[in-house]
């Protein structure tokens, strides 16, 4: 199935800051004990996130948006624009509870809050691997280890490695 975006040329392009929050699942069960510490793991190792957003439309928008909602995004992930941490970037998210429009301004261009949760599908931004190292030897030996790096190439070594098969 072809992948579905969020109407940009119809639809506000981000949500509003007011109401914009991010809650991280950390994908973990909790067993209590008869005494002592309860026992915690992980359940799986990429859990969902939700964000909870807010746009303001006006009233062709709020109808385009119940349009599109009935159809093409009924259900389905779609590519959003959001920021999650740091910088905003495209995720594939979709709407997992009723979206709830508000009218809140009169006049022929009426608006609407329209506030909805998302559940976003996200890879963190550093691998385990990359916080590992980190961890180990620090920012700034690996930012001085890459440094040492810049220009040097394995091609020697593999040219003499594949020269080796040739009998």
């Known amino acids: 199935m072809a992948a579905i975006d969020w109407p940009v040329a119809y639809l506000p392009a981000s949500p509003l800051w007011e109401q914009y ?7 973990l069960i909790r067993t209590p004990m008869d005494s002592g510490w309860a026992r915690q793991r ?8 939700t964000v909870t957003v807010r746009w303001l439309m006006t009233a062709p928008q709020i109808e385009f948006f119940k349009s599109w909602m ?4 009924a259900g ?13 970037r495209t995720i594939d998210a979709r709407f997992i509870a009723s979206q709830k429009p508000r009218y809140v301004r009169a ?10 949760v998302l559940e976003v599908r996200d ?3 550093l691998s385990s691997d990359v916080v ?12 001085a280890a890459g ?9 020697p070594a593999f040219q003499a490695w594949w020269e080796g098969f040739a009998l």
């Open 21 to 27: 929050g991010v809650e991280q699942d950390q994908g």
């Open 42 to 49: 992980r359940r799986y190792p990429s859990a969902p996130s």
């Open 70 to 73: 009935a159809s093409a995004a």
């Open 76 to 88: 389905s992930f779609f590519n959003i624009e959001l920021r999650l941490d740091a910088e905003p």
């Open 107 to 116: 006049g022929s261009d009426g608006s609407w809050f329209v506030d909805a």
């Open 123 to 125: 890879t963190p931004p």
């Open 132 to 143: 590992e190292l980190l961890l180990t030897f620090g920012a700034d030996e690996l930012i």
């Open 147 to 155: 440094a040492d790096l810049q220009g040097v190439t394995l091609q």
